[in-house]
């Protein structure tokens, strides 16, 4: 089945820098990458997400990039601020269903 | 609107009880998943419905859980006999059904299996 390998596992930036948080997965046949940012106590909320037919998806301060041939996807947060905090999780949908494979998630701490 | 709800928010409950975990969709979202969410892991697949049907049960992890959705709205999580290593925070999230459509996720009802 699927496999999603999520790095880091924690992150920690200066407010204003950029973070960077990659996934690889491992079946060539899914086609939705969504990223989800998870606050404590609360359900993950969707961010970005990305079809197998684009290569780069950007709204404001978060972008995403997809490499189908060397199978992953990363998440790009720029100018960050202390509420970008939080858990950030990356999945992937396969082809013939729509349940969704989490990676394990990135603990993302933007100093002030 | 109103989003995904789930109740209760927490659950307590001893082992070998059983247990019912609730979940109402956003108002006309055909497909209805549940996922489970360890400490410090990403959230584990464990079923989906389009309307009332299950359209994948893959993730159950063995036949002491069963989900139903009786009418395509309203769905309930069922747990037997449960065990301290079913201890986990539960997630629902519903969608407009189609294959990349956004899932929204609820709340989660944490359970706690003494």
């Known amino acids: 089945g699927e496999n999603v390998e999520q790095h880091p596992s924690t992150l920690s930036v200066q407010e204003g820098d950029s973070a960077v948080i990659k996934c690889t997965y491992s079946?060539?046949?899914?086609?939705?990458f969504p990223w989800y940012k998870q606050e404590l106590g609360k359900g993950p909320q969707l961010i970005i997400d990305?079809?197998?037919?684009?290569g780069e998806k950007k709204d404001q301060r978060i972008a995403v990039t997809l490499n189908k041939t060397a199978k992953h996807f990363s998440l790009h947060i720029t100018e960050t601020q202390p509420e970008d905090s939080a858990v950030y999780f990356c999945?992937?949908?396969?082809?013939?269903?729509?349940?969704?494979?989490f990676g394990s998630g990135t603990l993302l701490a933007v100093q002030p | 609107g109103a989003g995904v709800s789930q109740t209760p928010s927490n659950k307590v409950t001893e082992k070998g009880k059983y247990v019912e975990l609730r979940c109402d969709p956003i108002?006309?979202?055909?497909?209805l998943y549940w996922y489970r969410q360890s400490l410090g892991q990403g959230p584990e697949f464990l079923i989906y419905?389009?309307?009332?049907?299950?359209?994948?049960d893959s993730g159950l992890p063995n036949d002491r859980f069963f989900a139903v959705r009786p009418e395509g709205s309203v769905s309930t999580l069922k747990i037997q006999r449960t065990e301290r290593g079913d201890s986990a925070v539960y997630l629902c999230?519903?969608?407009?059904?189609?294959?990349?459509?956004?899932?929204?996720f609820g709340p989660g009802t944490r359970l706690t299996v003494l």
């Open positions: 999230a519903s969608s407009l059904g189609g294959r990349w459509d956004t899932q929204y």
């Open positions: 079946d060539s046949a899914s086609n939705y």
């Open positions: 990305i079809r197998s037919n684009v």
């Open positions: 999945a992937v949908q396969g082809g013939a269903t729509n349940k969704l494979i």
């Open positions: 108002s006309g979202h055909t497909a």
């Open positions: 419905f389009q309307g009332t049907g299950a359209a994948d």
